[in-house]
């Protein structure tokens, strides 16, 4: 595999790590850790482990961003601290 | 608070590579697992179990008891989200909103009055909008091909990608996005709080089930190629239709989970609106 595609997610999976726990907007920080799933996924599949990158894709990138959406809905969407 | 926060995840992140450093490089032939763990399950999980996936193989046959309890750990989940939210603050609010279909009225009822069902009233949200045409007919067209294709994970996961649990998170999310798309009540209507609720474990008991199944007929639990004398087929064939089964279970436990913590999550226990 192309180890610039490998560099370039990876640097990506730590840039929206990091930006979903700095970034005060709580909507902001679920779409941002949606984005981080599916980074994983893509590193996932780069590995080979296609059901892995399957299940991240489901229930990482798909199902939990609607929770977390669904969850800073009902409650507030600024963080305290 | 926050510093100490800060330090004690620097020294967690600390060990953990320093842990980490410890483990044998990635693909490495001669590391424990690849030198007899890997190559016993890539070469003899077609001759055990006639699987061509090997990942489904070892999730659902080999190490099923694991799989099992994974399955418990979801659905309880879905339990804790019911009680917290559904049990403790699930009250209906006392105020109703209804629209008059024909002329879009807009009608609200104090004090916990009702109108009958009927033609002419539908009941709305607090924060009700208009209908988009655009996004109910997409996601109306979209959603039998959403839950085909999950179907198709489910039954396929044997030779390709997927399994019991990807299939049921996307067959939950189609439920899911009928809620979203319309809203909360439409998607009861069509999965209602009971079956949901009923449905939920009966998945965790079909795979248990099924391990019982296997005591029952005088094998190891969990050990499938029991049921070949139930099935009347040879017990390779049969370790591959038990895992089948135990998929089913996994689909149906997992799919009714995601939409109960999305109802349970999304109109705070009340049940009464959605997103």
């Not at chain 2, 061509?52 to 339990?79: C, H, K, Q, W």
């Not at chain 2, 795979?207 to 040879?234: E, K, M, Q």
């Not at chain 2, 995601?258 to 997103?275: E, T």
């Amino acid at each position: 595999m192309f180890w610039q595609i490998d560099l370039a997610i990876l640097t990506l999976v730590v840039v929206t790590a990091v930006g979903s726990l700095m970034v005060k907007d709580l909507l902001g920080a679920a779409i941002l850790f949606g984005a981080y799933s599916f980074l994983m996924c893509l590193l996932w599949s780069i590995m080979g482990a296609v059901d892995v990158a399957f299940t991240e894709a489901s229930v990482g990138a798909g199902v939990s961003s609607v929770f977390f959406v669904a969850a800073v809905f009902r409650t507030s969407r600024r963080t305290k601290d | 608070m926050k510093i100490i926060g800060l330090i004690i995840t620097i020294i967690t992140g600390a060990f953990l590579v320093y842990a980490a450093v410890d483990f044998p490089a990635w693909a490495d032939p001669n590391s424990p697992a690849s030198t007899y763990l890997s190559p016993y399950f890539i070469e003899n999980s077609m001759k055990d179990t006639s699987v061509p996936n090997f990942v489904t193989s070892l999730l659902a046959d080999y190490r099923g008891f694991d799989t099992m309890f994974e399955t418990t750990v979801i659905f309880t989940a879905g339990l804790v989200c019911f009680i917290l939210l559904r049990i403790s603050g699930g009250k209906e609010p006392e105020t109703r909103h209804y629209r008059h279909v024909l002329t879009g009225v807009t009608v609200t009822l104090k004090e916990g009055r009702k109108i009958p069902a009927s033609e002419d009233f539908e009941r709305i949200d607090d924060l009700w909008t208009p209908p988009d045409l655009i996004i109910k007919t997409g996601c109306r067209l979209m959603i039998p091909f959403i839950q085909l294709f999950a179907l198709y994970v489910i039954a396929h996961g044997h030779s390709s990608p997927g399994g019991g649990f990807q299939g049921g998170v996307i067959l939950g999310a189609s439920i899911i996005l009928l809620a979203i798309s319309h809203d909360l009540r439409t998607a009861l209507e069509r999965m209602r709080e009971k079956v949901v609720a009923i449905l939920c474990p009966v998945g965790v008991a079909i795979y248990a089930g099924t391990g019982t199944l296997c005591l029952l007929l005088g094998l190891n639990f969990l050990d499938y190629s029991a049921l070949a004398s139930v099935l009347h087929v040879d017990p390779i064939s049969a370790r591959s239709h038990g895992i089948l089964m135990v998929e089913i279970g996994v689909g149906i436990a997992v799919m009714t989970t995601m939409i109960w913590i999305y109802n349970n999550i999304s109109s705070a226990g009340k049940y009464n609106q959605g997103l």
